[in-house]
């Protein structure tokens, strides 16, 4: 059975969201049609609405509707200190979790030369003059632990280091509250290898 045409767009747009394949966009648009047309209509808005006026801020590329962020906007944040995160979703983790109050350079992905991803679509020559006027003092690497995550942290801390800015890593090893018998081989060598004085 054929769907209207209507209906076949709202299906096919449904799928371009991360982890929506087509049984769940279909569920989805049935729910929005039967039961939500007040919540489609609202929905419909704030996409269109963010779509127009949400931005990258111009020195951490995080999004905003201004030129700068909240958070370079805010001049009691700690410019010297740089956090660089794979994703804006990283950059709220670190802020509802930790103290942290330095700054942050969002890289919106990371270093995949097979999928064409590389130095440029990854902001790095903001990062590069941020690094090049002298106001950064450390680099915290907070990408994944992925081969992409640490080839990109690398390229990051040699582009640091031609600059004389200070480089951290974020800590990777075994959760809080997690069993050794549990961890996977990877992060246990990970945990083993970077391990400090107690």
Do not use: W
């Not at 989805?28 to 419909?44: I, K, S, T």
């Not at 944040?77 to 660089?84: H, M, P, Q, T």
């Not at 983790?93 to 109050?101: K, S, Y």
């Amino acid at each position: 059975m054929a769907f209207s045409p209507a209906l076949t767009r709202l299906i096919d747009a449904l799928r371009v969201l991360p982890g929506v394949g087509s049984k769940s966009a279909q569920r989805m648009a049935f729910h929005l049609l039967q039961r939500e047309r007040d919540g489609g209509r609202y929905l419909a808005q704030a996409v269109e609405q963010a779509m127009a006026s949400v931005q990258h801020c111009r020195a951490c590329r995080m999004f905003t509707e201004a030129e700068l962020c909240d958070i370079c906007a805010n001049e009691r944040r700690n410019g010297a200190l740089v956090c660089v995160v794979e994703s804006p979703a990283d950059v709220m983790a670190i802020e509802q979790n930790t103290d942290f109050t330095g700054r942050y350079f969002v890289l919106l992905g990371r270093l995949s030369p097979i999928d064409g991803v590389g130095p440029n679509e990854l902001g790095l020559d903001i990062l590069r003059s941020r690094l090049a006027d002298g106001s950064v003092e450390e680099v915290i690497l907070a990408t994944g632990a992925t081969v992409e995550g640490e080839a990109t942290a690398q390229y990051i801390a040699d582009l640091a280091r031609q600059h004389d800015a200070g480089i951290s890593r974020i800590a990777h090893g075994v959760p809080i509250g997690g069993e050794l018998e549990y961890v996977d081989s990877g992060t246990l060598s990970q945990a083993f290898s970077g391990r400090r004085p107690f």
